[in-house]
């Protein structure tokens, strides 16, 4: 815990010092997009939740560097990412892949969605068919046939 | 000695919320006015007693009296005042000792304002915010005491941390609290009736009052949470996914499902244990929010400082209010069936898919803010969920939200027309595809996407004007006469319209934040940036120094068109007690966009790098928040739930004469 | 079948509060990360070392099971680990080695002028670029490192007495006498 609060003070100190600086960027505005969009679904590792791409912390810097370092020498996207979770592992990444380990986390919203949407339905159905259990005896037949007559008169 | 005083309301305040979860309770079991005539009494002396120990706080804070432990590790004499008064609850112990402050507040509103409650079930709900109380007045005691000292006591305090030092994120909490323990009411009324075995129409009206309430704090208190976000972390980020803004956003989901669904138990007597379950849902997921965020389990840039003793204390207290009541609901509930017929396409239909579509999409919040703790507890691989998955998951189920959102309101009770709803659509229909064409030419077909969700913002906002109209029926009776419906249309339902139409434009201002142009440079005095068609002339940084800090305060003149329209000031602020820099960010808005303007890094020259922002319709974000409360409060106003159990309410507008 | 359908809530709660007491466990760290280069091959690196020192690389440590700390002047918790360093350094068992992360070499200089020179060696990795290939977060960290030259183990914070005793020292063996 306390060598994480030694970087949280660093990082503190560091903030406004603010994501993306000038001098960062890369020339060719091509790959400048695709650096900030892959830096974007990568995470800061000393500030939790926050992508390297919004994070003024100094690691994050570095390794936004590194990653247009890396694409500017002609790396492909999961190439350069591969460089990253080599490292640092796939906590890094903000988006995780989908792999048995994350099966539920991916799939749970539809199954979720699945249930509620079945069991919906047939609490629906239930309430629709609930009056036919239940036919009008030919004395309330005649009752109703006479009241709609009058309201539509 | 004042500090003591505190200390012994908040122990005298543990007893009689002892008391009033067991003396009411019994009276009830005995239909014994006298006992449950005590819950009110106690309830309200708990309210007092709690006051005066939260008053108590606050004197020590604002004569900074260091002998308090609580004050020295938050407080400092030269803090501004307001921030001394707000440090009250920017700390753990603190914000405890305000969430059972507004605990009390519930428990004695319900004491004085529930006088057309049956007092059988006054006397039980009470009891069980007795009980709340009793659990986390012990956790307060025990693990959390505000009230400790120290001797000898500190020459001065160690302050407060200078990022919470910020007018928008002192006020959050105490809006978030109102949300969050405002459904501890709801709540209390469920068990009340599970106690009870009974549901009915006018459990609903007594508890739908109390739900909008709290949702509308909660409402305030997460936008208000967003919008400090967005002006103080320096590039307009709004929303991160985090555990504890997830934390907020899961009761705020189901809670919204429980108001809908609270409206068919009232009108058509159908739903009830489903509406039970969600209003044990919805304050069990702020207990859950209040668990992660105390115990220490989750990492996150909010978590209060990490204390096993706690985490095991309110997990105790979970495992008795979750556990006590999901176990008392699975006895009771089956019992209660409702007995409203109607057919799937229908208002009740619409309001079922409105639940079925906000419960999942709570359980994919749940799923994806505890799932790296899942994982790491079986010792599976660590992973981050961030808002990548949740742009994939929780975001496509709130487009048939939208979808639904305005046609449900056109559909009638039992059996609904869903042809006709949509016919009287038609103008929404065409100005939705107005929008979306239009759309697509002026931003040549780039961000799609950001188009479609402004085209369904379009739809949202116009098809519930379209259903206003249909009230009103606007251009099909002579205007005179509309003008008459519409000033007698229950308030109730402006607060729908209101509440929906808030829906809409944070729709748009969500969407529209893909138009948005960025510019980041370093720039040195009289030198100029651009953006989109703002001219920002830097005109330097001067030294400007702050009650407890030194600022670099920036003057930059915005110009359009030859014309100087603004003077922004961005600054960084040096806070010299915790060695700390924070950036106050510029904002020009005129509610249809916003000039944002923040402060970087200087350079030995006298420069600067900027970050500039223009943002179309970012305000829209929380102003639709704004209407999505008031359409709550409008709601709330409305007459019917003042009368008594017996006033038959309006049966809403007919839906028109076949043959249309 | 309905009656079960109502226990469903409380049964996933139940399932829920099992985790989260699962997740009270005193000896969970949630910050805590653990490394992806474990059984991995040691990153390359050459570094310069301080005036009159012979730098570090990666060459140096080939053959022996070395003990490598990342650290720097401006880092409290390594302040507070730097005593247990010493003790290691003067343990003739041990091959501890030092990276200075990100620090001016003047600075360097000063710290361990202050409060002793534990290590064998020190490379300057004034960019912090090793650090990232070591997959370094944050200092101080100290990774072990074995005869084949794969990183066998990192230890995340200040190092403590305990963590030396019961962490450190027996792999140490284990892997020298392997």
Not at chain 1, 129 to 152: F, H, I, N, T, V
Not at chain 2, 220 to 232: E, N
Not at chain 2, 495 to 508: E, K, L, N
């Amino acid at each position: 815990m306390k060598h994480f609060l030694a970087f949280a003070l660093l990082f503190a100190t560091m903030m406004p010092a603010l994501a993306v600086e000038p001098a960062e960027r890369l020339a060719d505005p091509a790959q400048e997009q695709r650096a900030r969009a892959l830096s974007g679904e990568l995470r800061c590792l000393v500030c939790q939740n926050e992508s390297i791409d919004e994070s003024g912390a100094p690691l994050a810097h570095d390794l936004r560097v590194l990653l247009r370092e890396r694409i500017a020498q002609g790396d492909s996207d999961a190439q350069a990412v591969k460089f990253l979770t080599d490292r640092y592992g796939e906590f890094v990444l903000l988006r995780p892949r989908i792999e048995p380990a994350t099966y539920v986390l991916w799939f749970g919203p539809i199954a979720v969605l699945l249930i509620a949407g079945t069991g919906s339905a047939i609490y629906l159905r239930k309430r629709r068919l609930q009056p036919e259990a239940a036919p009008l005896s030919a004395d309330e037949q005649a009752r109703l046939d006479r009241l709609m007559k009058e309201g539509e008169g | 000695m004042i500090v003591e005083l505190g200390h012994f309301a908040l122990i005298l305040a543990a007893c009689l919320a002892l008391l009033q979860s067991i003396v009411p309770l019994y009276g009830a079991s005995k239909n014994h006015a006298g006992l449950m005539a005590v819950g009110q009494s106690a309830a309200v002396a708990q309210f007092v007693l709690i006051a005066l120990a939260f008053a108590v706080l606050v004197n020590a804070y604002v004569t900074s009296d260091f002998s308090v432990v609580n004050v020295v590790e938050n407080n400092h004499s030269a803090k501004p005042m307001l921030y001394k008064i707000t440090g009250v609850w920017s700390n753990h112990e603190g914000s405890m000792l305000l969430w059972v402050l507004i605990l009390s507040l519930f428990g004695a509103a319900v004491a004085l304002a529930g006088d057309n409650l049956p007092p059988g079930l006054r006397a039980r709900v009470l009891a069980i915010q007795g009980m709340i109380g009793v659990g986390f007045l012990t956790f307060i005691l025990f693990t959390s005491n505000p009230f400790l000292r120290v001797s000898p006591a500190p020459l001065d305090g160690q302050g407060m941390n200078p990022v919470l030092q910020d007018p928008g994120l002192a006020f959050h909490p105490p809006f978030l609290y109102l949300g969050y323990v405002g459904f501890s009411v709801t709540f209390s009324f469920a068990v009340a009736a599970l106690i009870e075995g009974r549901v009915d129409a006018a459990w609903a009206r007594w508890v739908r009052p109390w739900a909008l309430a709290a949702w509308c704090a909660l409402t305030i208190g997460i936008a208000m949470g967003s919008w400090w976000a967005y002006y103080t972390l320096g590039w307009g980020g709004w929303w991160f996914w985090d555990p504890v803004e997830n934390a907020s956003f899961m009761p705020w989901l189901v809670g919204t499902a429980l108001l809908h669904s609270a409206i068919v138990v009232e009108k058509r007597d159908a739903l009830k244990s489903w509406t039970i379950l969600l209003a044990i849902i919805t304050f069990s997921l702020s207990l859950v929010g209040t668990f992660l965020v105390r115990s220490g389990v989750l990492t996150s840039v909010h978590a209060f400082a990490v204390d096993p003793a706690r985490g095991a204390f309110i997990l105790v207290l979970l495992v008795l209010a979750i556990g006590g009541s999901l176990t008392l609901y699975a006895v009771r509930a089956p019992s209660m069936a409702g007995g409203g017929i109607f057919a799937p396409i229908s208002r009740e239909g619409a309001l079922v898919l409105n639940n079925v579509l906000l419960t999942t999409a709570a359980a994919t919040v749940f799923l994806g803010t505890l799932y790296p703790l899942f994982l790491d507890v079986v010792n599976g691989p660590k992973v981050s969920v961030g808002f990548p998955f949740f742009n994939r998951t929780f975001v496509p189920l709130m487009i048939p939200v939208a979808l639904a959102v305005a046609a449900g309101p056109l559909l009638a009770w039992k059996r609904g027309d869903l042809r006709a709803a949509l016919q009287r659509l038609w103008f929404a229909f065409f100005a939705t595809l107005a929008v979306v064409l239009i759309g697509l030419y002026l931003a040549g077909f780039k961000p799609v996407l950001a188009i479609l969700g402004l085209g369904l913002a379009t739809w949202v906002g116009f098809g519930s004007l379209c259903e206003w109209a249909e009230r009103v029926k606007l251009f099909r009776i002579p205007f005179g006469e509309s003008w008459r419906r519409a000033i007698h249309l229950p308030r109730a339902s402006y607060g729908m319209t209101i509440a929906h139409i808030g829906f809409a434009v944070s729709i748009a201002g969500i969407a529209a934040s893909a138009f948005e142009t960025e510019r980041i440079e370093l720039v040195h005095p009289g030198e100029t940036l651009q953006v989109a068609g703002f001219n920002l002339l830097f005109k330097g940084t001067e030294k400007v120094p702050g009650p407890n800090y030194i600022a670099d305060r920036a003057t930059i003149e915005v110009r359009q068109n030859g014309a100087t329209i603004a003077v922004l000031h961005p600054e960084r602020r040096f806070f010299t007690l915790q060695q700390m820099t924070t950036g106050v960010t510029a904002i020009r808005s005129n509610f249809m966009a916003d000039l944002y303007v923040a402060l970087g890094d200087p350079d030995d020259k006298g420069g600067a790098t900027l970050r500039a922002y223009w943002k179309p319709l970012v305000p829209w974000i929380w102003i639709g928040a704004v209407f999505m409360a008031l359409g709550g409060l409008l709601s709330l106003s409305d007459r019917r739930w003042r009368v008594g159990v017996a006033a038959r309410r309006r049966v809403p507008a007919a839906h028109p004469a076949p043959g249309e | 079948m309905r009656r079960l359908l109502y226990l469903l809530p409380v049964a996933l709660f139940v399932a829920v509060a099992v985790y989260f007491l699962l997740a009270l466990d005193p000896n969970r760290d949630p910050s805590r990360l653990p490394s992806a280069m474990i059984d991995k091959p040691t990153p390359v690196f050459a570094l310069d070392g301080l005036a009159g020192g012979k730098g570090l690389s990666l060459d140096a440590l080939k053959g022996q099971v070395v003990l490598v700390n990342f650290f720097a002047s401006w880092c409290e918790p390594c302040r507070d680990e730097h005593a247990i360093l010493m003790k290691l350094g003067k343990d003739s068992s041990v091959q501890l080695y030092g990276i200075a992360y990100k620090d001016k070499p003047e600075d360097t200089q000063r710290f361990l002028q202050q409060l002793g020179d534990p290590f064998r060696a020190i490379g300057l990795d004034q960019t912090g670029r090793t650090a990232i290939d070591f997959g370094v977060y944050g200092v101080p960290e100290t990774y072990v490192i074995d005869k084949q030259g794969r990183i066998r183990l990192r230890h995340v914070g200040p190092l403590t007495e305990a963590d030396v005793a019961k962490e450190l020292m027996p792999l140490l063996k284990s892997l020298q006498n392997s």
